[in-house]
Nanobody, 124 residues
Framework: QVQLVESGGGLVQPGGSLRLSCEVS????????IGWFRQAPGKEREGVAG????????YYGDSVRGRFTISLDKAKSTVYLQMNSLKSEDTALYYC?????????????????WGQGTQVTVSS
């Protein structure tokens, strides 16, 4: 069974950096996509970034492009989200999600497996 475990969330000051991790297990074939999503109270779940295990293709949400970087360490079966120049608007519960396939989607309903979430709070 596919399982995802996020970690790395916490409190950080505006302009600071944070790296989230998502440990992935259960995929027997290197044919999957991992996405990061976030949801703040009262807001829709938003696609942040995604990466394909097959060719490394990525997507980034408009609000984070240029500040966040997603990467995949296949040896460790871990996906990272490096977040730089953090803003208060980045405050949210961040989720790691996965789907079988090679196409990176930015829509939450395209993903089948979800982690428990890790809280990121950007505040001075």
């Amino acid at each position: 069974q596919v399982q995802l475990v996020e970690s790395g969330g916490g409190l950080v000051q505006p302009g600071g950096s944070l790296r989230l991790s998502c440990e992935v297990s259960g995929f027997t074939v290197d044919y999957y996509v991992i996405g990061w999503f976030r949801q703040a109270p009262g807001k829709e779940r938003e696609g942040v970034a995604g990466i394909s295990s097959t060719d490394g293709s990525t997507y980034y949400g408009d609000s984070v492009r240029g500040r966040f970087t997603i990467s995949l360490d296949k040896a460790k079966s871990t996906v990272y989200l490096q977040m730089n120049s953090l803003k208060s608007e980045d405050t949210a519960l961040y989720y790691c999600a996965a789907r079988f396939g090679a196409v990176v989607h930015d829509a939450p309903n395209e993903y089948d497996y979800w982690g428990q979430g890790t809280q990121v709070t950007v505040s001075s």
